[in-house]
């Protein structure tokens, strides 16, 4: 199982949470009209932005390796409610000269990015509660 250690702690805005990984900080918070700060993004933007990100990277590694025309990619997400839980909609734009093969094959590609795989499969989430 892969390991990824990330702390949160409470901040100074109602519900601003300081993140932390090996190298990088960032902030997460409500929106104002919520009652957050709006000192960042909210839980669920950062889902869909590691969705999108991955998404971004997955597909320019793969153009990159095969040296096709990829001269950028634009990742639009949103989400809502559907029947059977949460839908998530996905709008990528490959820019740059491909052909139509190169372009389905991209976006089958990006179905493969390691996020896509953690949320479109089934999730388990074991938590503990630990002594502070």
């Given amino acids: 199982m892969a390991s990824l250690r990330v702390k949160a702690v409470n901040a100074e805005a109602p519900f ?3 993140l932390s990984d090996a190298g990088h900080a960032w902030l997460a918070d409500e929106p104002v009209e919520s009652g957050g700060g709006g000192t960042g993004p909210g ?22 390796r ?3 025309p990829l001269e950028g990619v634009e990742v639009d997400l949103g989400y ?7 839908a998530i909609e996905r709008r990528i734009t490959l820019q740059g000269p491909l052909d139509g093969e190169q372009r ?15 949320l479109s499969g089934p999730i388990s989430i074991a938590t503990t509660l630990e002594e502070a």
């Fill in 16 to 18: 601003q949470v300081r």
């Fill in 43 to 64: 839980p669920s933007t950062l889902l869909l932005s590691a969705l999108g990100a991955c998404t971004a990277m997955t597909v320019r590694m793969y153009a990159g």
């Fill in 66 to 68: 095969k040296g096709w």
């Fill in 80 to 86: 809502g409610e559907a029947a059977a839980g949460t």
């Fill in 104 to 118: 389905v094959r991209l976006l089958d590609i990006a179905n493969r990015c390691p996020v896509h795989k953690i």
